[in-house]
């Protein structure tokens, strides 16, 4: 079945440092990806996704490219900031009869101090 | 704002007790998910429902139902409570299906004690 894997937490970084988190999965067909990200408190909110390999979606200073060939969508941000503390989730959408449910990795906590 | 309103956002029960979560989808969106969110499991898929009719099933126990009304808001019925069904349960809906990004709403806290 299809399966999310992302790097544990938490992580914890100093202010405009750059920030990856790493997330890899497996799947049956061809995903579309996304990244969600929850601040204490709140739902999760849609950060970005792509679609089909070598798409990069970005928002809000995040990037992360689809990468077919590493089975990879790993996430990048050049200069954190305070307010970016929040649990991050990488997750996919395989599409098909089985409808197009989210698998989500196992989320990963970031910590920005000031 | 998502646009996705759950209701209500604390439960506190019994074990063995009967609940029900309601969901509000955006407008417009036909598809509701639902999610269950715990320490031990991470976030585990429960069913979706498209225009009304279940779509998938996940991990979703015997004990658990939901069902999607002709308004489009769904319920998510869970009874014969037990210690472990403490998470937060999370509705998300989508336009349809396929590439379509799910918007979450912010869940419902459920503590049995």
Not at chain 1, 3 to 8: F, G, I, N, P
Not at chain 1, 39 to 55: R, S, V
Not at chain 2, 30 to 35: D, P, Q
Not at chain 2, 55 to 73: T, V, W, Y
Request: include cysteine.
């Amino acid at each position: 079945g299809d399966s999310v894997t992302q790097m544990e937490g938490p992580v914890t970084l100093s202010e405009e440092a750059f920030l990856t988190i790493n997330c890899t999965y497996t799947a049956t067909g061809y995903p579309s990806l996304f990244w969600y990200v929850q601040y204490p408190g709140e739902g999760l909110q849609l950060l970005l996704k792509a679609t089909k390999a070598d798409d990069k979606g970005s928002n809000k200073g995040f990037e992360a490219t689809y990468r077919k060939e590493t089975t990879s969508f790993h996430l990048e941000k050049g200069s954190v900031q305070v307010s970016d503390s929040a649990v991050y989730f990488c997750a996919l959408s395989d599409f098909g009869a089985a409808g197009n449910k989210l698998t989500f990795g196992g989320g990963t906590r970031v910590l920005v101090k000031p | 704002d998502s646009g996705v309103t759950q209701t209500p956002k604390h439960l506190i029960t019994a074990t063995g007790q009967r609940v029900t979560l309601r969901c509000s989808p955006r407008s417009g969106d036909l598809s509701v998910y639902w999610y269950q969110q715990s320490l031990d499991q991470g976030l585990q898929f429960l069913i979706q429902y498209y225009n009304g009719e279940e779509r998938a099933k996940g991990n979703i126990l015997e004990r658990f139902s939901a069902q999607q009304f002709p308004d489009l808001h769904s319920e998510l019925n869970l009874s014969s409570l037990e210690l472990g069904d403490s998470a937060l349960y999370f509705c998300a809906s989508s336009a349809g299906g396929g590439n379509q990004p799910q918007h979450f709403g912010d869940g419902t806290r459920l503590s049995i004690l």
